[in-house]
């Protein structure tokens, strides 16, 4: 049981909630039982929610910068080569899988951005790459 004591316009009242369940609370006012329908709100966690970036597509997971026509396709994080499936001047089309990349124990296929010819392969099967390597060139 909970006590209060409430002053509404001028008149004091003395409330005590006897029970609580669900939304109808058995409270007395006074004296004198209600049966009374509390609307709210629910209540707001105080736990804090964690924000997370956007985990990134496949797409998303190198980085190509362009310069004097040719995209260089760098390395996300580090981590060790796994597969070539590319050769120097051999034509690649836009999503085609240029080499398989091992980063944090999970295999992440690297795909071509643009069209273009391979114009230099600067890893081989088995290299370990730091963040930021150049893999390969693209003109």
Same mark, same amino acid.
């Given at each position: 049981?909970?006590?209060?004591?409430?002053?509404?316009?001028?008149?004091?009242?003395?409330?005590?909630?006897?029970?609580?369940?669900?939304?109808?609370?058995?409270?007395?006012?006074?004296?004198?039982?209600?049966?009374?329908?509390?609307?709210?709100?629910?209540? *707001?966690?105080? *736990?804090?929610?964690?924000?997370?970036?956007?985990?990134?597509?496949?797409?998303?997971?190198?980085?190509?910068?362009?310069?004097?026509?040719?995209?260089?396709?760098?390395?996300?994080?580090?981590?060790?080569?796994?597969?070539?499936?590319?050769?120097?001047?051999?034509?690649?089309?836009?999503?085609?899988?240029?080499?398989?990349?091992?980063?944090?124990?999970?295999?992440?296929?690297?795909?071509?951005?643009?069209?273009?010819?391979?114009?230099?392969?600067?890893?081989?099967?088995?290299?370990?790459?730091?963040?930021?390597?150049?893999?390969?060139?693209?003109?």
């Amino acid at each position: 049981m909970k006590k209060y004591s409430f002053t509404i316009s001028g008149n004091t009242y003395d409330v005590v909630i006897q029970s609580f369940d669900e939304n109808i609370a058995k409270i007395e006012v006074n004296g004198t039982r209600y049966d009374v329908e509390i609307h709210r709100n629910v209540p *707001t966690s105080k *736990t804090p929610t964690l924000a997370r970036p956007a985990v990134p597509t496949r797409k998303t997971n190198v980085q190509v910068t362009a310069g004097s026509g040719a995209h260089t396709i760098k390395a996300p994080l580090p981590g060790n080569i796994l597969s070539v499936l590319v050769k120097e001047g051999e034509a690649v089309a836009k999503g085609q899988k240029l080499l398989v990349y091992e980063a944090m124990k999970m295999e992440n296929d690297v795909l071509a951005e643009h069209d273009g010819i391979v114009k230099s392969i600067k890893i081989s099967v088995g290299d370990s790459v730091l963040q930021g390597d150049t893999l390969i060139e693209i003109g």
